[in-house]
């Protein structure tokens, strides 16, 4: 499966953007997806993820409450609603897929997009 993450932007403390990772192939819905980010200097850090019916989402403590994954299988897609965005939210967003389908945390994500930059200005 091929990932391509779009959507990023720069954007004021408190605004929201929405991150779309569009896939191809025939098989996304069997695939757990998750988004990930690595800001400058640092490690890359989980994000959220949804398994593959869209029927469990996971969330880094650090984002819970403002960000929402939901997926759209029928349009290979997977999106990543970013709310009440704050500086240190600042990073490069990566989609992956996990073949188990599971989309747990730290499942084996084996496919990997570009990336798509987020900035938050305070």
């Known amino acids: 499966v091929q990932l391509q993450a779009s959507g990023g932007g720069l954007v004021q403390a408190g605004a929201s953007l929405r991150l779309s990772c569009a896939a191809s192939?025939?098989?996304?819905?069997?695939?757990?997806m998750g988004w990930f980010r690595q800001a400058p200097g640092k490690e890359r850090d989980f994000v959220a993820s949804?398994?593959?019916?869209?029927?469990?989402?996971y969330y880094a403590d650090s984002v819970k409450g403002r960000v929402t994954i939901a997926r759209d299988n029928a349009r290979n897609t997977v999106y990543l609603q970013l709310n009440s965005l704050k500086p240190e939210d600042t990073a490069v967003y990566y989609c992956?897929?996990?073949?188990?389908?599971?989309?747990?945390?730290?499942?084996?994500?084996?496919?990997w997009g570009q990336g798509t930059q987020v900035t938050v200005s305070s």
């Open positions: 992956a897929a996990d073949p188990s389908g599971w989309g747990r945390p730290t499942d084996n994500y084996a496919y």
């Open positions: 192939g025939r098989t996304f819905s069997h695939y757990g």
């Open positions: 949804i398994a593959w019916s869209g029927g469990s989402t």
